[in-house]
């Protein structure tokens, strides 16, 4: 367990740097005079950081160790926290921004992988879980210090000349600076914990990983057994990285792994993330009334993700997603509708609100839950790390997309076209989900590798 929280505070970095730029689009956009197509790229340069940071994390992760790679990861959001507070101009603050997408990019990755390692596989649901949960305290804490900070803009005058510009007259710097202070917790902490146990094995550090082993298997016979599955596996597997990914059924697992990862994002969750406050503002609801149903956004994700946590080694992983995109297809027609026909029909603002968070709900006690366990515990141990990072590639050129073009789509084809666009990419998420990714609730990662390899089912 604490091996897990200290992974998933990357999380939490993670989620606070894709949340916190919702609440400084709009005074960004008027210091800096930027069109569309510019506030897209101030939203979506972090994600080209992200994708490259994702390409590299895995292949990195593998040669110099899960640990190390989650320290350099700290020390990109470190940089990038104090340089976009500090950033002189706008090519200034998309650089740091560009720096803090290579964080989050490579955490994405290689936290998720670090607990699925030394997890057991009875929690392993629950315990890879807990950096989704991170994720959406970093999103919640985002939005409250985006609506504290937004607040005291509008409300308090300091006499020091520098808070003024931080907090009043540019209170962007202070919301994307405050970001160090969870940026420098999790680098402080990665000290204390140890190297992946299954990335000692693969490089011959036997003492090393039976070390970390006998703190997670109390039971000697159980840390054995564990130890010599891993081995065995490692063994067995003689062909290089890259001629073990392309063996079919490997390929099979790394195609199905990307097409979940990228369709996922087509389903409108970063569009509500990241531009949640210009959305509520389309329907009517502006300022601080904006962030505060933001901040509802959050306190449902964060909520909701604690129900999944708790259940996802229970219910399985595919009954939540065929359960909660059935959810997200009904919330987003009906916010369709609400800008379609709202005025017509004389829907109030509350109706779109609900539905709005219903939608949070059913994505995040499904395809938000899901996503990071099934791709951490879908590839065999020798390729892991290169497998996850061709299937985070995927996720974050998705996300990249969403976030580019996301107000070009509004602009263009209306909120109710975005929003019944959003509701049709479910579809394929969910054909994928029923017939090609196998149930892996309580299996062990070498019985996942072997269904993969063989073609055998899981019992």
């Given at each position: 367990?604490?091996?897990?929280?200290?992974?998933?505070?990357?999380?939490?970095?993670?989620?606070?740097?894709?949340?916190?730029?919702?609440?400084?689009?709009?005074?960004?956009?008027?210091?800096?005079?930027?069109?569309?197509?510019?506030?897209?790229?101030?939203?979506?340069?972090?994600?080209?950081?992200?994708?490259?940071?994702?390409?590299?994390?895995?292949?990195?992760?593998?040669n110099v160790g899960r640990k190390k790679t989650m320290l350099i990861a700290a020390v990109l959001f470190c940089v990038c926290a104090v340089g976009c507070a500090a950033a002189s101009d706008f090519i200034h603050l998309v650089t740091f921004r560009i720096i803090g997408g290579l964080g989050?990019?490579?955490?994405?990755?290689?936290?998720?992988?670090?607990?699925?390692?030394?997890?057991?596989?009875?929690?392993?649901?629950?315990?890879?879980?807990?950096?989704?949960?991170?994720?959406?305290?970093?999103?919640?804490?985002?939005?409250?210090?985006?609506?504290?900070?937004?607040?005291?803009?509008?409300?308090?005058?300091?006499?020091?000349?520098?808070?003024?510009?931080?907090?009043?007259?540019?209170?962007?710097?202070?919301?994307?600076?405050?970001?160090?202070?969870?940026?420098?917790?999790?680098?402080?902490?990665?000290?204390?914990?140890?190297?992946?146990?299954?990335?000692?094995?693969?490089?011959?550090?036997?003492?090393?990983?039976?070390?970390?082993?006998?703190?997670?298997?109390?039971?000697?016979?159980?840390?054995?057994?564990?130890?010599?599955?891993?081995?065995?596996?490692?063994?067995?597997?003689?062909?290089s990285e890259w001629k073990a990914l392309l063996s079919p059924g490997i390929l099979k697992a790394v195609i199905i792994g990307s097409a979940i990862a990228i369709l996922g994002q087509f389903m409108g969750v970063n569009a509500v993330l990241y531009y949640g406050p210009e959305i509520f503002g389309k329907a009517g609801i502006a300022g601080g009334d904006a962030l505060f149903s933001q901040v509802l956004v959050g306190i449902v994700n964060m909520v909701t993700t604690v129900i999944a946590l708790l259940i996802i080694d229970k219910v399985g992983r595919k009954q939540l997603v065929y359960w909660g995109v059935s959810g997200m297809i009904v919330s987003l027609l009906m916010i369709g509708v609400y800008f379609a026909f709202g005025e017509t029909l004389g829907l109030g603002n509350g109706f779109m609100l609900a539905f709005f968070l219903f939608y949070v709900f059913c994505c995040a006690i499904s395809i938000s839950a899901v996503v990071f366990v099934l791709l951490s515990e879908m590839y065999p141990n020798s390729v892991r790390g290169l497998a996850m990072s061709i299937a985070g590639f995927a996720l974050w050129v998705g996300t990249y997309l969403i976030g580019q073009l996301t107000p070009w789509l509004l602009e263009n084809l209306t909120p109710a076209g975005t929003f019944f666009l959003f509701a049709a990419m479910c579809v394929p998420y969910i054909l994928i989900m029923w017939k090609a990714v196998?149930?892996?609730?309580?299996?062990?990662?070498?019985?996942?590798?072997?269904?993969?390899?063989s073609g055998r089912k899981l019992k």
């Open positions: 367990m604490f091996l897990s929280v200290v992974a998933a505070i990357g999380g939490i970095l993670f989620g606070y740097d894709t949340a916190v730029i919702s609440g400084t689009i709009g005074i960004v956009t008027q210091q800096f005079a930027l069109d569309t197509m510019q506030q897209g790229w101030y939203v979506g340069c972090a994600l080209i950081g992200s994708i490259a940071g994702a390409c590299f994390a895995g292949v990195l992760s593998d989050v990019g490579i955490v994405s990755i290689v936290s998720p992988i670090y607990i699925s390692e030394v997890s057991t596989a009875e929690k392993r649901g629950t315990l890879v879980s807990l950096y989704q949960l991170a994720v959406t305290v970093g999103f919640l804490v985002a939005y409250l210090v985006n609506y504290a900070i937004l607040d005291i803009a509008e409300s308090t005058r300091f006499s020091s000349g520098f808070m003024n510009n931080v907090l009043v007259d540019e209170y962007w710097r202070g919301m994307l600076g405050s970001g160090a202070v969870p940026a420098f917790l999790f680098l402080a902490i990665i000290f204390f914990i140890p190297e992946s146990p299954r990335w000692l094995i693969t490089k011959g550090k036997a003492d090393r990983a039976t070390k970390v082993l006998s703190r997670i298997y109390l039971a000697e016979d159980d840390m054995k057994r564990e130890y010599e599955l891993t081995r065995s596996s490692i063994s067995n597997e003689t062909k196998p149930e892996t609730t309580g299996k062990t990662l070498e019985e996942i590798e072997e269904y993969w390899k």
